[in-house]
């Protein structure tokens, strides 16, 4: 495995397994808060790693950030933005207790053997008075042709609270399938937002310590504020998944089919352990 200036994760061990508890929580809500995922000395670990990969001055590295913003006025710097699959960049991130324990999560939560499951990360950087996340499922960005079997893992690299834009979910929406979504924004930044009725009042709100995490189906509906404080909220979620399945006929995902139209279609691929593969 390649060497990068921050060294291999912390030798410490934190290990952490899901309670019958949680999982029968998770197969109902479609989401679960998890007080400590990780040490406090791997968050200092990871937290270089993202404050290196969002440092300008290595915006032409591989897997650098991208303004997620969607359009923005003359001169308006940008309120939300991502970098995707760090662990191409620094594959130690695969070595992880984050990952190592997310994964245990994932494959309890799924009902699916944990040797069955790959995973892909993003990092995301919301500056004080960041844009919210508008409500939407994850699946809505996925793909058509294929179907998947996959959640989230949400860690924050640091405190969170909700004013900084903590985690939000829709109890139980995770039951009601793939809902119908829209372009928010230029169907080329591809910004979705949920286009189907929904109870925002029985939101629940996750605001967390550093070192806990959130775990959310593909489907279940969620948010973030927008970031009401004076500094950057940080986070690193992970994506864990079985191998997409194709399907005989593909979704119908008009929202997709206008991203398409405006982009361009990429290569039918997915990231498993910091592999690309074609599909």
Known sequence: MASHPFG??????????????QVAFFKENGFLAVERITSDEEIAWLRAIFEHIFD???????????????????????????????????????????????????AALLDVEESRLTSWGHMIRKPPNGKQASWHQDHAYWQPEF??????????????????GAMQFIPGSHKRGLLKHRQEDDPKHNVLTVDAPFDAASAVACPLKAGGCTFHHAETLHYTAPNSTDRPRLAFPMEFQLAPVRRRTPLKMPWVDEHRAAAGTAPLIYVADGEMITL
């Open 8 to 21: 291999p994760p912390p030798a410490a061990r934190f290990e952490v397994e899901p309670t019958a508890e």
């Open 56 to 106: 300008p001055a290595n915006g032409a590295a591989r897997g650098s950030p991208v303004d997620r913003s969607g359009t923005l006025a003359a001169g308006e710097q940008p309120k939300l933005t991502q970098a995707f699959f760090p662990e191409m960049q620094f594959p130690e991130l695969l070595d992880s207790t984050y990952r190592r324990n997310a994964k245990r999560f994932a």
């Open 147 to 164: 179907d998947y079997h996959a959640l989230g893992a949400w860690l924050p690299l640091h405190d969170v609270s909700v004013e900084m």
